[in-house]
């Protein structure tokens, strides 16, 4: 009896100490929020009121007409999307050779392209810069897209995946006489929409919020993504509060919708990428 | 079948060009933006590389020797390690506990494993605008002080407690991201395990030391190489709030590269210190794995 009460409130503080993470995790968003929709002036009145007393849509009117909010969105969107959609082709595609197909040096090359997931960003940066610089590709899409069409997280993400798939349909398919892109192509990519989600989906939301990339590689606010724009907006001006909260919550929400959609494909993605090595 | 050994021969060798060919775009892309440029710096760094000239100069080891007598790159290599000391641990340990309260036989678990996810998905740019707030002189940080008569400082502002500030949104952005990985970690382990040593009559303590503790030992290194990989790395929420100040209070490795080769343009001086932070990474993981390594299965 005692021991069930003592579970029984034991259970009762995780609960109320887990209600205060999430106040400390999700709060400032919520806080953001009521911001955005704030008239713009004073943010710093206490204590704050979540809906204001005064709603307003303008600064969001004013992403619009008085930065370029709307050209760095269409850049970040068209960006995320060509390099979500090479990454589901090629990580795919060499995933499949180190999953199904024997050749000489598999091992030692998976080994070299496990090892580049020790190199930070910072380390490539100024290379790959000079690289585009040379080619005279600065502040253009290919030097944004580029980069970023392949991850070796993804091919191995897709190796792991095409592992774990039966080879029957594969082997059925050779047998009808399909060469060995066709078995890829027809047979094992659409037995494979889950994994291809997960990995879209990771790749969206990892290209959409890429900062240092974008800022080194663009000079001129048409070539902008949003968080540079952003960026650049809160250097540029003096900080206007409400507009800058305006825009964070337009660049949170597509990963936030993505997110609660998706939810279970983000939890498997980490699991599987980080963990079953 | 008295041509089986060689069509044999010839099918290996199909496949092989298959695979290659598979592999050719992902190998190209690699090549060109990180096998390239990781040997391509190695050069660079013995060089006075400036872009706005048309010929450059071989100085030897000279950057590295200038590395070595430069006051900001040691302020720098202090506040890195600062950063990674202070941050790497308390992640690691907020991670574990969020982690261990989520798989608790509790309502609603989904809910705040969502909700302790959602900085780990937001762009660091939008946190970085968001904590700014928070912290500045009038923010709201400082009212919740002043419920306990604090009167706080302007958080960002402040050279005493810039690096801090960043370091605890760090914190609280990723900590929702390796608890998830903890919470996999926690799958894992088989649940005879548990019933065994409850059998053993081992207290829900002795369970958590002789079985969850050793059953994430691998989540546990994969946590904390990846954390120190991070912190190494920090930059969008310096560039963001402080851009290095107050008087080079948050510089930190990553930053000193940035500044040196795109406000600087001094390509070969950022290469030789991005040199030195990819030895300083590669040194730590690998003492890191002597001590931590988990057994192979």
């Not at chain 1, 070299?112 to 997931?117: D, E």
């Not at chain 2, 044999?8 to 390239?36: H, I, K, M």
């Not at chain 2, 050069?43 to 100069?57: G, I, K, S, Y």
């Not at chain 2, 065994?196 to 030391?209: E, H, L, Q, V, Y």
Request: aromatic share 14%; glycine share 6%; hydrophobic share 55%.
């Amino acid at each position: 009896m005692t021991g069930r009460v003592r579970d029984l409130s034991r259970r009762a503080i995780v609960l109320v100490l887990l209600l205060v993470a999430t106040g400390i995790f999700t709060l400032p968003f919520l806080w953001s929020l009521s911001i955005s929709f704030q008239p713009a002036g004073d943010v710093f009145r206490w204590p704050i009121e979540l809906i204001p007393d005064e709603v307003t849509l303008q600064n969001y009117r004013r992403l619009w007409t008085e930065i370029p909010f709307a050209r760095w969105l269409l850049n970040s969107s068209g960006v995320a999307l060509a390099v979500t959609l090479a990454n589901l082709f090629l990580d795919a595609l060499a995933g499949y050779a180190f999953a199904r197909l024997r050749f000489p040096g598999r091992n030692l090359l998976f080994a070299l392209l496990l090892a580049t997931l020790m190199v930070p960003a910072h380390v490539t940066l100024v290379p790959k810069f000079m690289l585009l610089n040379a080619l005279g590709l600065v502040n253009t899409y290919t030097a944004l897209i580029a980069p970023a069409m392949v991850q070796v997280v993804g091919i191995f993400l897709m190796k792991q995946f095409f592992e774990s798939i039966p080879r029957q349909l594969e082997e059925a398919a050779r047998i009808d006489g399909c060469n060995r892109f066709q078995v890829f192509w027809r047979v094992v990519l659409p037995a494979s929409r889950p994994a291809l989600a997960a990995l879209g989906i990771y790749t969206f939301q990892g290209n959409w919020n890429e900062f240092l990339w974008p800022l080194v590689v663009t000079t001129t606010s048409d070539r902008f993504t949003l968080p540079v724009g952003l960026a650049m907006f809160r250097y540029e001006f003096r900080v206007e509060w409400t507009m800058l909260m305006a825009g964070a919550v337009l660049i949170a929400l597509p990963t936030l919708l993505i997110f609660l959609v998706f939810q279970r494909l983000f939890i498997q993605g980490i699991a599987t990428s980080g963990l079953k090595g | 079948m008295p041509n089986s050994r060689r069509s044999g021969t010839t099918e290996r060798y199909r496949e092989a060009v298959s695979a290659y060919f598979f592999l050719l775009p992902s190998l190209v892309v690699l090549s060109l933006f990180v096998f390239g440029p990781l040997v391509f710096i190695l050069a660079v760094a013995f060089f006075d590389w400036n872009l706005f000239r048309p010929e450059q100069h071989f100085l030897g080891a000279a950057n590295f020797v200038e590395l070595a007598g430069d006051e900001l790159f040691f302020t720098a290599l202090r506040n890195t390690a600062v950063y990674a000391l202070g941050v790497v641990p308390i992640q690691t340990l907020l991670a574990l506990l969020l982690a261990l309260a989520v798989n608790q036989n509790i309502p609603a678990r989904g809910f705040f494993r969502a909700a302790f996810y959602i900085p780990a998905i937001t762009s660091s740019v939008v946190t970085s605008i968001i904590f700014l707030w928070i912290y500045s002189k009038p923010g709201l940080l400082n009212y919740v002080l002043s419920w306990f008569g604090i009167v706080g400082p302007d958080w960002i502002g402040s050279p005493k407690y810039a690096l801090g500030a960043i370091m605890a949104l760090n914190v609280w952005s990723t900590s929702g991201y390796f608890m998830v990985a903890f919470l996999a970690g926690l799958q894992a382990i088989p649940v005879s395990l548990y019933e065994a040593a409850r059998i053993d009559g081992a207290s829900s303590w002795g369970r958590f030391r002789h079985v969850t503790v050793p059953g994430l030992k691998p989540t546990l290194f994969f946590v904390v190489t990846l954390g120190i990989i991070g912190t190494f790395q920090v930059f969008d929420q310096i560039y963001m709030m402080s851009a290095g100040g107050p008087v080079n209070a948050t510089t930190t490795l990553s930053y000193f590269i940035y500044i040196s080769a795109f406000r600087y343009f001094r390509f070969g001086y950022a290469a030789a210190a991005a040199v030195v932070l990819f030895a300083i990474i590669l040194l730590v993981t690998r003492v890191q794995q002597k001590i931590a390594r988990p057994e192979a299965p």
